[in-house]
């Protein structure tokens, strides 16, 4: 029986040609974070499993999903090289000679985005400790030339802070996934990359990970994700739960102590609402908690973002509550901490586009905003976050 290799951030930091390595051997490998707080004791119960169902070449990587809970998802090698050409094509990537790391290579849009694609391609891989060096970052990008960048939204406002007038013309793709699009960021990043094609890209980690894609400039909503990759089909239930059948997509999940091997005909969950147009292209209503019921009218988190990002520059997050009669709401977090006469601008925003059961019961700010491994907010964290202040709250 085969050993399974477990290999972290941090090894591959110490040693970069060791992913390679784990790639090119039979044995399955399982990719962790630098930091995880995973129990050793779980990830020996998933390891047997892997062991006993997919010994060899396969590679399996941690994610939470929505669920916080912890879950393997064990994808095919010669799926994801497959998925990593038809990214190549689709992206126009003939012309990018390197790639930029701001991500960690545990987050399956960088492992296969980026890690991948320059194994493949043969192409020029440059880790980086991302923002939490900017001085250093900002170097490499600068020096940067025909390259590639992958970025999750809610980096740009560090772009914003630490980058504020710099121009790295040598970065000529930009790839954002893994939240929610920044289409009215779009003449910053224009400024801020003059000669770079930018791209929405789409999809879940079940799916490792890319189902859909489209370029920036083919749509003016946020929501609008594009038509799905070649070999790739998406449909939406009666309730717009969002599922998909991929030829790319993981061949098995791993919660708790179970192991669930996934057919070429079972419909996944992708974990978003959406609706699907006629000329095929998906426009999201947001993931499955994003979308609730407050006093009868149906709330919609990520519509309520695009407002707030009309007036706010900053990191925003959403998260859930309830109100004195157990109703549903949202709260507002902001970071930093604004001004009086931004909240005002925020507020206005709502009295403009919203009625009342839309607006948040309360507008929170932070220094900065808790986040996950993968540079995405961390949303579970805020309602616990500490030095919270609340600029507004509604009077129920």
């Known amino acids: 029986m085969s050993d399974i290799h477990i290999i972290t951030e941090q090894d591959i930091a110490e040693d970069t040609n060791l992913l390679q390595r784990r790639w090119t051997e039979p044995n399955t490998f399982v990719l962790l974070p630098a930091r995880q707080e995973i129990h050793r004791h779980w990830i020996g119960n998933a390891t047997r499993l892997i062991t006993k169902h997919c010994p060899t070449d396969s590679f399996a990587l941690l994610t939470s999903g929505s669920t916080g809970q912890p879950r393997l998802i064990v994808g095919n090698r010669n799926r994801s090289e497959a998925l990593a050409r038809v990214l190549h094509e689709q992206q126009n990537s003939e012309p990018v000679d390197e790639t930029v790391c701001t991500l960690p290579l545990s987050y399956s849009f960088a492992f296969i ?127 717009h739960r969002l599922l998909f059948r991929s030829p790319y997509r993981a061949i098995a999940l791993i919660d708790d102590t179970r192991l669930h091997h996934v057919d070429d005909e079972e419909w996944l969950p992708t974990g978003d609402l959406g609706i699907i147009g006629t000329d095929g292209g998906v426009r999201l209503m947001g993931r499955a908690n994003d979308v609730f019921k407050r006093h009868g009218e149906k709330i919609s988190l990520p519509q309520l973002m695009t407002t707030v990002k009309e007036h706010w520059a900053g990191d925003a997050a959403f998260y859930t509550d309830q109100d004195a009669s157990c109703e549903s709401g949202c709260v507002l977090v902001l970071a930093p901490v604004p001004t009086p006469e931004q909240v005002r601008e925020v507020l206005m925003g709502f009295r403009k586009y919203h009625t009342r059961p839309h607006w948040p019961l309360r507008v929170e700010s932070l220094e900065s905003m808790p986040l996950l491994p993968n540079g995405k907010i961390d949303l579970k964290g805020l309602p616990g976050a500490g030095n919270t202040q609340v600029h507004w709250k509604q009077r129920i």
């Open 113 to 239: 985005n980026q890690w991948l694609w320059s194994h493949v391609f043969q192409r020029k891989l440059r880790l980086t400790e991302g923002f939490s060096a900017p001085d250093r970052l900002m170097q490499i990008l600068a020096g940067a030339s025909n390259a590639m960048l992958c970025l999750v939204g809610s980096q740009v406002p560090l772009i914003r802070r630490f980058f504020p007038e710099a121009s790295f013309p040598g970065i000529i793709r930009v790839h954002f996934a893994g939240g929610r699009f920044p289409q009215e960021e779009l003449d910053f990043l224009k400024e801020r990359f003059p000669n770079a094609e930018i791209y929405n890209n789409y999809g879940c980690a079940e799916a490792m990970p890319r189902l859909s894609m489209r370029r920036a400039g083919d749509a003016e909503d946020a929501s609008h994700v594009g038509c799905p990759l070649p070999g790739v089909e998406l449909r939406s239930d009666p309730s």
